[in-house]
T-cell receptor, first 112, second 113 residues
Framework: SQQGEEDPQALSIQEGENATMNCSYK?????LQWYRQNSGRGLVHLIL?????REKHSGRLRVTLDTSKKSSSLLITASRAADTASYFC????????????FGEGTQLTVNP | NAGVTQTPKFQVLKTGQSMTLQCAQD?????MSWYRQDPGMGLRLIHY???????DQGEVPNGYNVSRSTTEDFPLRLLSAAPSQTSVYFC????????????FGDGTRLSIL
């Protein structure tokens, strides 16, 4: 079964608006990663946040992590049509040799 | 750097045929993995390798074999293709597995008739 569950499954917004996607997980983690997947392409890494971090920024992206609620959120500010993609969270637990577990993704559509 | 290269990009097989999906990386990554992506199910781990000569099973290993004779290559073999194996297959690599970004190939779209 999937460790991470994204919410919502699909999100449609207008260009310039902010987009927020959430990820919940079940077991303890040592880090959580967000990936983007454009249609027909592989996944591209966006941000990694460790369990002892609460917030991380990268350009227009902001990721928060609440380990007490076992949840994370990805905020994309001032969205652009080029941000249209699927977004996945992935959780890492245990030792560095352990697996990453991916959620089912949020499909974001940014309308021009 | 080419990154992670997967071949072929598309393949159609008949039930019962076998084939090998190729994956190569030029980043000297120790960790490599294979995922399948089906609609509404995200990515599921098939097999992974933490270094040359070392492989292990993931979440959905049945019907697939892997080997890792070199750091660069990690082929995935379908032993006897079944329609349930119709999917998009992704290979990924990283220095370590769960605390480093994964680098993905562009996938192989496989249809089993």
């Amino acid at each position: 079964s999937q460790q991470g569950e994204e919410d919502p499954q699909a999100l449609s917004i207008q260009e310039g608006e902010n987009a927020t996607m959430n990820c919940s997980y079940k077991t303890s983690i040592n880090n959580l990663q967000w990936y983007r997947q454009n249609s027909g392409r592989g996944l591209v890494h966006l941000i990694l946040i460790r369990s002892n971090e609460r917030e991380k920024h990268s350009g227009r992206l902001r990721v928060t992590l609440d380990t007490s609620k076992k949840s994370s959120s990805l905020l994309i500010t001032a969205s652009r049509a080029a941000d249209t993609a699927s977004y996945f969270c992935a959780t890492g637990a245990g030792t560095s040799g352990s697996r990453l577990t991916f959620g089912e993704g949020t499909q974001l559509t940014v309308n021009p | 750097n080419a990154g992670v290269t997967q071949t072929p990009k598309f393949q159609v097989l008949k039930t019962g045929q076998s084939m090998t999906l190729q994956c190569a990386q030029d980043m000297n990554h120790e960790y490599m993995s294979w995922y399948r992506q089906d609609p509404g199910m995200g990515l599921r781990l098939i097999h992974y390798s933490v270094g040359a000569g070392i492989t292990d099973q993931g979440e959905v290993p049945n019907g697939y074999n892997v080997s890792r004779s070199t750091t660069e290559d990690f082929p995935l073999r379908l032993l006897s293709a079944a329609p349930s194996q119709t999917s998009v297959y992704f290979c990924a690599s990283s220095y370590r597995v769960n605390d480093q970004p994964q680098h993905f190939g562009d996938g192989t779209r496989l249809s089993i008739l």
